[in-house]
């Protein structure tokens, strides 16, 4: 598999976040959003080529209960789902994140999938698979990125009209350095909407321009 980094953390943008976690980050992306905050792993150019079971060993040394397999796309490398498995394998809580444009069909439901709805600003709105809402559980969450106004206001009537929100643990998160946590907090409290206001935790800590913490 193509791994652009392994690192020990904290969970930073979930309903888990603050937890002790460890990353592995896969390398490549089918989609290039242009707030992309990771976009040294949008190709392979940095990463190195670690099999499954290596991987897994990486990880196991890092001692953390929780792991979470992110990208990029982790999707978009056909052996994550392997990975995930074997990680579930081995007693790991295993979290995906993943933008929600490909199948999550195949990932090991011990997963708990932490799935993008991607809002206009994001120009990737068309690449939505909602097919994948009726496969999530309810240690799931669905996460969107909201930029501004527009962005909030397409993602309160999909995801209402969709019922999404009530039904799914869902969040709205801000574009750091972009739209105030303030301003989206007002929001969310002026239309109570039943919508967790996510953060981005390691940001907060350690900056935006931070890697590998
Ligand atoms: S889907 Fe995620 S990793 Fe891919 S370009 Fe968008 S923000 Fe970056």
Redesign the pocket.
Known sequence: MKVCEIFRSIQGESYLAGYPCTFVRLAG?????P?????Y??SDENASEMSVAEIVMEIRKLGTDLVEV????PLVQEDSIELMHALCDANAKVML?T?G?LDIAPVDPRVIVIM?I?APS?G?VDTNRWENLDLLQDTDEVKV?IADRADYEWARSTLSEKKVIGALRTSFSPVFGQLDYNVLAEWLKDDQLNVRLGFQLHKIIWGQEARGV
Do not use: Y
């Not at 992306?29 to 959003?33: D, H, I, M, S, T």
């Not at 992110?70 to 796309?73: Q, Y």
């Open positions: 992306c089918n989609l290039a959003c707030w992309c905050d990771t976009k792993a949008l992110t990208g990029g796309e994140e933008n444009s993008d991607k994001s990737h990125v």
